[in-house]
């Protein structure tokens, strides 16, 4: 778990629906450090905090308020949680609702930019009733190492709140954009023995671990997992970059995030594209 939460909201409902799931995080550890953070272009008012801040509170948070001005929230975000070096988590919604997530939000360009984990709740998890849970967590991974990197957190994370992990691993990177230039050509056996051996060593840290496998399009098959079997988490590694190569790994990660039902936990990796 991070020693830092960071939670930008807008003063919107929607903003203030990934509380819950905030809530869910400060049970498993109480006292953990919380920053409500409050961006404005025009005007920065501390009052839509409040309420939160004292919701947070009572979960178990340690919350500390800031509030400022900036005509670049995502940047003053990224800039904040770099310095704190904090989870960012935050609703992929906000006042623009879907319009605005669809040409680019602010949640997305945090997903491309951040140094450290983002825990990002699209529109059905903050229109989710009641108290929630982080059961069950799917992780996709496509063989490389690069995909793994986002196991560590998930082994913590699934420590702390007793949760079940489901490793996918899923043979084919081909998209419909671009057909059959991201099949994979490594072979299947190789690609899931690798899995494989990820499975045992997080069965060795004593979590309970299950592997799924399934072929075709990328984005398809991480979405339809997470819906069959109802986790309620997906943790997955993104690779923040430019050009084509954002294209290809990036977006599977921002295409995900638009289409599951549950938050999505993702870090960013540097470094040779698999």
Do not use: F, K, N
Not at 22 to 27: G, I, K, T
Not at 215 to 241: K, P, Y
């Amino acid at each position: 778990m991070a020693p830092t939460l960071l939670v930008p909201l807008d003063g919107s409902s929607l903003s203030e629906g990934v509380l819950p799931w905030v809530e869910a995080l400060l049970r498993a550890r109480p006292g953990t450090r919380v920053q409500l953070l409050h961006v404005q272009s025009d005007r920065a008012d501390s009052d839509c905090l409040a309420g939160p801040a004292e919701r947070l509170g009572r979960a178990g948070g340690q919350v500390e308020l800031e509030v400022c001005r900036g005509a670049a929230p995502a940047q003053e975000i990224v800039v904040r949680a770099r310095r704190a070096r904090a989870w960012v988590t935050m609703a992929s919604h906000g006042r623009s609702g879907l319009t605005r997530l669809l040409l680019g939000s602010v949640a997305e360009e945090v997903l491309r930019r951040a140094d450290g984990p983002v825990l990002l709740a699209p529109r059905p998890a903050l229109e989710r009733a009641g108290p929630v849970e982080y059961r069950r967590i799917l992780v996709p991974l496509d063989g490389s190492e690069r995909s793994a990197a986002i196991l560590p957190l998930v082994r913590e994370l699934a420590r702390a709140h007793g949760a079940e992990v489901q490793l996918l691993h899923v043979a084919s990177w081909i998209t419909p954009e671009l057909g059959p230039l991201l099949a994979v050509s490594e072979p299947p056996e190789a690609l899931a023995a690798r899995v494989d051996a990820w499975r045992a060593a997080l069965a060795r840290a004593g979590l309970r671990v299950e592997t799924l496998a399934a072929a075709g399009e990328r984005v398809e098959e991480i979405v339809a997992a997470g819906q069959r079997e109802q986790v309620d988490l997906i943790a997955m590694a993104t690779h923040g970059r430019a050009g084509l190569d954002r294209l290809v790994h990036g977006s599977h990660t921002e295409a995900v995030l638009r289409r599951a039902a549950v938050p999505l936990l993702s870090l960013r990796v540097e470094g040779p594209a698999p």
